[in-house]
């Protein structure tokens, strides 16, 4: 039964940190190279450019629900289960989402490398 | 890729790992927290550790916007992944922890990650198109038509 809520908190991380991940992603690319932004209209106008993207805030609040059901999925589950798990599906589960939806090109080189990354993140928790 | 760059993928790599083990020492100093009094919520701030693993977390995410701001998250988000590689190499020399078998291949199988990521292009072409139409002399007006 434990393990179950721990894989469900592993669900609910790998989910809500994609989201998070994608939302920022995108409000970024929104907003625009942020050091040509600094030269042209001082930090002000940058942090305030950032703040006013509606996405930006969804993002934060996704990485904040991702944050507490690491916390909760910590004291159901294992540290050397639920970390890795975790992090390495968001790995995958990220290359996934950033061809879907933010139409990066993910090719061959990457999906590789998503895979090398996500192997070696739980060889190294193990 | 400038050199600069670079300089605030490393950032990301080195911000996220030392803030983590701050924040990990701090935690450990404190004991057990529970969710159920809210001063223990609040309590963790005033632990200096704990304080300066929060100042460089956010350092970090100040860090990582950036990067995503000029870089496809694709490309970003392996970069993240080093500073598990950077926790294992300092605890292996400065601490000369043992690291097994496993994890030395676990290791390289993430350095081999980042390197693949690394030698590919940051932006993927569609992206490059954009932000070649966003250095025309303003763009936040153009933001507000597209």
């Known amino acids: ?42 930090i002000l106008a940058m942090i305030g450019h950032i703040l006013a993207t509606p996405t930006f805030a969804l993002g934060l609040m996704a990485m904040g629900v991702a944050f507490y059901s690491l916390l909760f999925g910590l004291s159901w589950g294992n540290l050397s289960l639920v970390v890795p798990a975790s992090s390495s599906l968001t790995f995958v589960a990220n290359a996934i989402a950033a061809r879907v939806f933010l139409h990066e090109r993910v090719g061959r080189r990457r999906w590789i490398a998503a895979l090398l990354v996500a192997g070696g993140v739980v060889l190294m928790a193990i | 890729m400038t050199f ?112 693949f990521v690394a030698a590919g292009p940051s932006v993927t072409p569609d992206r490059q198109h954009r932000k070649s139409r966003d250095l025309s002399p303003d763009p936040a007006s153009q933001e507000v038509k597209s």
Request: net charge positive.
């Open chain 1, 1 to 42: 039964m434990k393990d179950l809520y721990a894989w469900a908190a592993i669900g609910l991380i790998v989910l809500a940190s994609t989201t998070g991940d994608v939302l920022l992603s995108y409000s970024m690319k929104r907003v625009g190279d942020v050091s040509e932004l600094w030269k042209r209209r001082g």
């Open chain 2, 4 to 115: 600069r760059k670079y300089l605030v993928l490393a950032g990301i790599t080195a911000f996220s790992t030392a803030g983590d083990s701050l924040l990990a020492r701090g935690m450990k100093q404190l004991g057990g927290v529970s969710l159920h009094h809210y001063s223990d919520l609040l309590l963790p701030v005033l632990n200096p550790f704990v304080a300066a693993g929060i100042l460089l977390l956010l350092a970090f995410f100040s860090c990582y916007l950036a990067a995503l701001s000029w870089a496809d998250l694709t490309f970003v988000l392996p970069a993240t992944s080093l500073g598990y590689v950077l926790v294992a190499l300092i605890a292996h020399f400065s601490f000369h922890e043992e690291i097994s078998p496993t994890r030395w291949l676990g290791i390289a199988l993430i350095a081999a990650g980042v390197g």
